[in-house]
């Protein structure tokens, strides 16, 4: 099951409070209603349109899903050119049980799984607040820290030197709500390290893979001007101490009633640093959509292709990856869900429904790629 972050817990909270509110989604629990679009089944695979204008398509999967679902595991090889772990590349993943103690399995299976069907593979995320192992705080309260840090750091990154060609360093560092002037999040690096530790985790990478594009990315910079604010100024401080930091990751989680005011200035002010900007995790959150199933497709639909129309005069990303590829395996939802989303709402926030067939959001990812 997901971890909730903060944010999350949070609106979850709220929504929940407002719960009796809420519409309810007509025909039950799971997939009852199925919209395939047979328009777009003969068209190319976003793998192959992406590729002609020299970008690469792709997707967060897990590996279990990979191997119990052929359906799936053939949409991935169809649609992708490149996959990012969703689980398997996190710490808690990597060090479940304690200092030292690898479990590479599922994410050595995955990035076979790249290499057999000629994809690329992400890594994300080296440093990430929700991914930390239990037993680790003891460990950095100890002052383990920056020794744990190098030691993690260079055997993931080393061990998959050439397979994992770009790697999420730091995730989601900066939160405002925090209080702090530089907006850095309140965590336990942070609490162990200091604000170097961004820096450090950074130049570790570095000199375990030199040719991997190392990113820092995060969340909502699109929309929340204070937080794009932020992160500038977190990537300005590393630029200047010429840490190696090639792109920033726009997660891209984007929400059907929000317009994307901070994003103008925000990918301005990245192409001045000379820093690639990249799309790592679109999907959308319909807590806005409407209690019906071909209104919240055209919404998905019209939120990605709108998106985009704002975001390519500004830069041209050349990676594009949705958070998930299919309705059936979106973070959004989960078992004690019921397949809904945190707002209540079934989740089709994502290009291939529960079935895997073609919504009208994966044309509008065919759409922007054609017109790029
Ligand atoms: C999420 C995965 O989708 C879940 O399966 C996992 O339990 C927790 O992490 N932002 C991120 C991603 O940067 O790494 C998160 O992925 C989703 C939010």
Redesign the pocket.
């Known amino acids: ?3 909730l ?1 903060r944010r999350q817990f949070m609106t979850t909270a709220s929504m929940a409070v407002a719960g009796a509110m809420l519409p309810v989604w007509p025909g039950g629990t799971q997939a009852a209603v199925e919209i395939s679009a047979q328009d777009y089944e003969n068209l190319p695979p976003l793998r192959v349109t992406a590729a002609q204008k020299d970008i690469l398509y792709g997707a ?1 999967v ?1 590996t279990p899903n990979l191997k119990k679902d052929q359906r799936f595991r053939e949409a991935v090889i169809r649609e992708c050119n490149v996959i990012v772990p ?2 398997e590349g ?1 710490w808690k993943a990597l060090m479940p049980e304690a200092r030292g103690a690898w479990r590479y399995e599922p994410l050595d299976e995955l990035v076979q799984f790249a290499q057999e069907n000629a994809m690329k593979v992400r890594g ?2 080296l440093i ?1 607040h ?2 930390f192992p239990d037993w680790a705080a003891g460990a950095l309260s100890e002052g383990q820290g920056a020794s744990l840090m190098e030691e993690y750091i260079q055997t993931v990154v080393s061990r998959y030197r050439g397979r994992i060609f770009s790697w999420d360093v730091v ?2 560092a900066i939160d405002p709500k925090d209080g702090r002037d530089d907006g850095l999040r309140q965590c336990l690096w942070l609490e162990a390290l200091g604000p170097a530790y961004i820096e450090r985790a950074f130049r570790l990478a570095h000199e375990a893979d030199p040719s991997a594009q190392l990113v820092y ?1 995060d ?1 909502a910079m699109e929309y929340w001007e204070e937080k794009a604010d932020a992160v500038l100024s977190l990537l300005s401080r590393l630029k200047n101490k010429n840490v190696p930091l090639h792109a920033v990751g726009l ?1 891209a ?1 984007l929400q059907t009633e929000k317009r994307s005011r901070a994003l103008a200035k925000f990918c301005a002010e990245v192409k001045k640093m000379e820093l690639e900007i990249l799309i790592t ?1 679109l999907d959308i959150w319909d807590n806005f959509l409407v209690n019906d199933v071909q209104k919240t497709d055209q919404l998905a639909a019209t939120t990605t292709q709108k998106f985009f129309e704002l975001l390519m005069p500004l830069v041209r990303p050349k990676q594009i990856l949705t ?1 998930g590829l299919s309705d059936r395996y979106s ?1 959004l939802s989960s078992k004690d869900l019921n397949k809904k989303n945190y707002f209540g709402k079934h989740v089709r926030g994502l290009p291939l429904d529960d079935n895997c067939h073609r919504k009208q959001m994966w044309n509008a990812l065919h759409e922007t790629l054609m017109k790029v």
Do not use: I, L, S, V
């Open positions: 099951m997901p971890r972050t967060a897990g969703e689980w996190k994300t995320a990430w929700n991914a995730n989601e990315n969340f997660q989680h995790e958070w973070w």
